[in-house]
């Protein structure tokens, strides 16, 4: 073909782009700006300067939502370590193994809200965990699941947990399928018996999915609302033991219409998921590295 | 064959073992489910909570169905929902495979400029988005409390744009280049050799688009107010506080938003697990 400036490639981008920079690109712009000011939504944004700022950082409860958010990254790790082990007893020649695969994938389809109810009906008070408790003499009062600060987070966390498991197992199960078979052939040869050979050889092989799960996870986990907002009933828990920075945001701008205030708390979340996602990139990446 | 003797019933015990371990997990996975299904036919009689819990109704009854299904318009919800997720999926199917094709297939200035551009826009948490969005929503675009307010803002989503662009990549090009000499446009090439080249990929998309439309909550509660407008996930949390304490409704709700997203899971498994799983190539 001839080498002259064609404009069709931008007409194929066109209307992506158009998409990208009017839900994407503009929002970020606005949100920087509505950051510096006093804005309700219903009325005009009007210039405060660095007020929402300096008003963060004396804001113990946005302090607290960090510091949840940093503390749900712990299933990350989680996720990745129970995956791969799940990934690796259903990647074996078994009669039935699909349906098995897809029983453990229905969390994942039936949407974080449903599913969420479902264990919001189990937890309650007067509620079938509590049951089987009682009934196994466990416990002699019923907890209050549910109404417990201590125990809002890491039940969220369970649920994360638990919604992810068959999408990324199904991605660590691709990922083993692709790692050819003269390698635990070898490992084999070498003396490895049946988990050093996971150890040695899936693990290494693992490498790109492990990226993969940790930055998409993460991010998931950063962003998370829909489990906070049904197991709390979009209340945040007692004493905001369960507000992540994602639902402060929320609660800041449209449940109390700070939409100046809520964008300041949007930055400030935009930073953290930037520096995180380089973080986690380039750790995953020198580790590739230092395994080669 | 006498050596493989003594190991025989070693392999069957293993066997076993790995069965028990399966059936464990898909205990833990699938029980809460089993769990709703048969509170959501408890009648009256079959108490939701006791000690010892029972977990079988004795009486089943459709009487929560009904009782949900009159009081929401639940109908609407699905209609909603199907047309919500329907609609992404084809302005998804349109706009990202035609934005793939320059960045997979042609050399232009800016090429990695918007390649990494599109790249970093991942990151931006969809929350950020939503108080501007919502702003824009009210004042420029005037579809608050419409469906449009779900289809709109996601007619192109990136992560559908890097997926076919990596599917466009393993096209040859002489492929093109013949359709090129016969003269066809760029347009042809794309409707006539690259898109039915990329079927698996497209059948990707559709999936990936549909369940996460369908399952999306954040910004459709933002957006949607009026009953009949909901989508299933809007409404089964208006149901969940419409119907508080009335464990066995609520339990009849979170079947009928789930069971039709399971039975096109049942139907299509093949290509889910292909599409999730073939995201990532390394």
């Known amino acids: 073909m001839t080498k002259r400036f064609s404009l069709t490639p931008y007409l194929f981008l066109g209307p992506a782009l158009l998409g990208v920079a009017v839900f994407v690109l503009y929002p970020i712009a606005a949100v920087i700006y509505y950051s510096f000011t006093d804005y309700s939504i219903i009325t005009p944004p009007v210039w405060i300067g660095l007020k929402n700022f300096q008003t963060l950082v004396h804001d113990a409860i946005f302090w607290q939502a960090l510091w949840h958010s940093l503390v749900y990254l712990l299933v990350t790790p989680i996720l990745i370590f129970l995956c791969i082990l799940l990934a690796i007893v259903v990647d074996r020649r078994l009669p039935g193994i699909y349906a098995f695969r897809a029983l453990y994938y229905i969390p994942v389809i039936s949407g974080s809200i449903a599913v969420g109810i479902a264990w919001r009906l189990m937890l309650d008070t007067n509620g079938l965990l509590n049951g089987i408790l009682l009934s196994l003499e466990l416990i002699r009062e019923p907890i209050q699941w549910l109404a417990e600060p201590a125990y809002t987070l890491p039940i969220a966390m369970l649920l994360t947990i638990w919604l992810g498991l068959g999408y990324y197992m199904m991605i660590f199960l691709a990922g083993l399928q692709n790692i050819p078979e003269e390698l635990y052939d070898a490992a084999v040869i070498d003396g490895c018996n049946g988990w050093q050979k996971h150890w040695y050889v899936s693990l290494p092989g693992l490498r790109p999915q492990v990226t993969f799960v940790a930055v998409i996870s993460s991010l998931a986990a950063l962003q998370v609302f829909n489990e906070i907002y049904i197991l709390t009933g979009g209340l945040g828990g007692i004493l905001n033991s369960g507000v992540t920075i994602v639902f402060y945001l929320w609660r800041q701008a449209f449940r109390l219409q700070h939409a100046g205030y809520a964008s300041a708390v949007a930055l400030v979340l935009l930073v953290i998921t930037l520096a995180f996602s380089i973080v986690n990139i380039r750790l995953l990446e020198r580790g590739a590295e230092a395994g080669t | ?282």
């Open chain 2, 1 to 282: 064959m006498r050596r493989a003797h003594p190991a025989a019933p070693r392999r069957a015990l293993e066997t076993v073992a790995w069965y028990i371990i399966l059936c464990l997990v898909a205990a833990v996975t699938v029980f809460p489910f089993v769990w709703v299904v048969f509170t959501s036919f408890k009648g009256p009689n079959d108490a939701v909570f006791s000690v010892p819990p029972q977990l079988i109704p004795r009486n089943p009854t459709l009487a929560n169905y009904v009782r949900v299904w009159d009081q929401l318009p639940i109908g609407r919800f699905f209609a909603n929902s199907i047309l919500v997720a329907g609609g992404t999926v084809v302005l998804n199917l349109v706009f990202t495979s035609l934005a793939a094709y320059p960045l997979a297939k042609m050399r232009f200035p800016g090429r990695e400029v918007i390649f990494y551009l599109l790249l970093a826009t991942f990151i931006v948490p969809p929350q950020l988005t939503s108080i501007p969005g919502f702003v824009l929503a009210v004042n420029v675009f005037h579809y608050y409390d419409n469906i449009l307010a779900l289809i709109f803002p996601s007619l192109a989503s990136v992560f559908n744009i890097f997926l076919l662009r990596q599917a466009f990549r393993t096209v040859p090009d002489d492929l093109l280049d013949a359709g090129r000499i016969d003269g066809a446009s760029e347009l042809r090439i794309w409707w006539d050799i690259l898109l039915p080249s990329v079927r698996p990929a497209l059948a990707t998309v559709a999936i990936i688009t549909f369940v996460n439309q369908w399952n999306d909550f954040y910004w459709p509660s933002l957006m949607l107010h009026t009953r009949g407008r909901m989508t299933l996930q809007v409404g089964l949390v208006a149901l969940q506080g419409m119907f508080a304490s009335d464990t066995r409704g609520i339990a009849a709700g979170v079947v009928m938003t789930v069971v039709p997203i399971l039975v096109l899971f049942v139907v299509l498994q093949r290509q889910f697990v292909r599409g999730l799983t073939g995201a990532v190539k390394g």
